[in-house]
């Protein structure tokens, strides 16, 4: 065996302490907690009060509406069904133009920019033209897929895409770009082809920044969708906003932004558990240690 | 054993394009050969060019001038048999022990039963039984460089370059690591060209010392190391013939590191 085993697990730590130690530093961590989420809860209960009190006495609820509305108009949805049919239907279709757009345009992000955070040359012609083309107002183009692609699903999985391609690009690009030398050169030395450089070495270092691009990406994804649902289409979450703010239904509006960010939010979540299940090669901030 | 130089370098020079615009010349009308099985060790002040030889001769660098023969052929890429142990941890920390040792079998076309069986040998051989499904953050400097040192060994380079493989690990772990070198050295007939700017560690490890002059660097003068074999580097230091050796060469490396000491201070004014 060699002298130098020094190994760091986190559990190793535990069992020299006295058990009563680890008990009294695992309860404060636990009343902290309950702290957290208490003042949390509170924020959340006070916002909602105050904002139902004042659209009751002072302001007028017909443009601010009030949270009571918006859970009326959330049940009704749910239980009846919405002025375009039923709620799942609208969800279903933004959700297959968010997803459908989020993985053509991330796969399309990763490979460009790893093709040109590899190649110095590629990089360097196309750099001007990456640029304007980012600099574009890219939602703008919305209004041009309707054109182009009529009211269905064509058009809004292309304003997801263009949206959710530059945001995974920058990042694998930079991923690709920041690959330790080291690791390239030892792999080339140890026998590596150059093609196995590139998937053994290249690809997972940038994961890392690949992953966390696609956080934010899926975000604009659902954006891409309901902002083009917003400009033409004949069903969606995004049309079911619209149709809201045609009819002054404020509390729809609501309604539908409410939705919208429980998707976002069980996407975000999706999205973590790959991460942590892709990155567990990574030592863990904290870990499980208990701190004293 | 060959008897022929398996490592010719003929009139080498190494130009690089400075940051600043310039032209950097890194090494310069270097000649030296190394013959199989022979373990020489490189010295010379901080940054004088002594690891560029090293990717010269494994064909990562194209010299700018001269030729660089690795088996009496011309180096135009790397070299087949050829390993080489950076001065940075160059192992993969998405990768398990095992499959760090694994690379290079998988990477020159074995199955993956297949490699992970000869890393699995060589995993045990440095000492790092049992840490095979650790990955490298769970695992401690010095045990990372056997990590790096078994990915090395398992495609059984006849011709092993080190970069100052060692200078980053603290003493103790330092002669151990030497030491297991030595052993491990000792079962093959690879040819060791070892970069160090420590000139204790160069004697202790070598059977030949090459010392570099400041840089550009280029071959100042090269010093037999008669000492017996097997070693073991902490006693070997006491010995009288190793101060001997040392007073020798160290005549020869003070003035290259005080004329790389007024080169810095010049730079630093």
Known sequence: ?292 | MTPDPVIELRNATKRFRASSGGVHTAVRDLTMTVRGGAFVAVVGPTGCGKSTTLSLVSGLEPPSEGVVLVRGEEVFCIPPGVGYMFQNDAVLPWRSVLDNVASGPRYRGSSRAEARDRARVWVERVGLAGFEGYYPHQLSGGMRKRVALAQTLVNEPEILLMDEPFSALDVQTRSLMQDELLRLWAGSDAAVVFVTHDLEEAIALADRVVVMTASPATVKASFDVALPRPRNVEEIRMTDEFLFVYREIWDSLREEVNRAREEASHRAA
Request: glycine residues 8%; proline residues 3%; positive net charge.
């Open chain 1, 1 to 292: 065996m060699p002298h130098d085993t020094t190994i760091t697990t986190p559990r190793s730590g535990r069992t020299t302490v006295d058990s009563s130690v680890v008990a009294k530093a695992t309860s404060a961590h636990r009343k902290r907690r309950a702290t957290v989420w208490a003042i949390r809860l509170a924020l959340v209960a006070g916002w909602l009060v105050s904002w139902e009190l004042t659209a009751t006495y002072w302001i007028d609820p017909f443009f601010y509406s009030k949270p009571s509305a918006v859970w009326q108009r959330l049940v009704e949805w749910f239980t009846v069904g919405t002025s375009q049919g039923s709620i799942w239907e609208q969800i279903e279709v933004t959700l297959q133009e968010a997803v459908l757009g989020f993985a053509l345009g991330a796969l399309a992000g990763v490979v460009l920019g790893i093709l040109l955070g590899r190649s110095r040359l590629l990089a360097e012609i196309c750099a001007p033209f990456i640029k304007a083309a980012n600099a574009v107002p890219r939602i703008v183009l919305a209004a041009l897929f309707v054109l182009w692609f009529g009211l269905g699903m064509t058009s809004k999985v292309a304003t997801a895409f263009v949206l959710v391609f530059f945001a995974v690009f920058f990042n694998a690009f930079q991923g690709a770009r920041e690959v330790d030398r080291n690791l390239v050169n030892n792999a080339r030395v140890l026998g590596a082809s150059r093609l196995r450089v590139l998937t053994s070495i290249v690809v997972p270092s940038a994961t890392s920044w690949i992953l966390a691009s696609l956080h934010i990406a899926f975000g604009f994804a659902l954006i891409g969708a309901v902002v083009g649902e917003f400009t033409g289409a004949s069903k969606g979450l995004g049309l079911l906003i619209n149709r809201s703010q045609n009819m002054y239904d404020a509390p729809g509006i609501y309604a539908g932004m409410i939705v919208i960010t429980v998707i976002a939010l069980l996407a975000e979540w999706l999205l973590s558990v790959l991460e942590k299940r892709l990155l567990r090669w990574r030592p863990q901030a904290g870990g499980t240690e208990v701190r004293v």
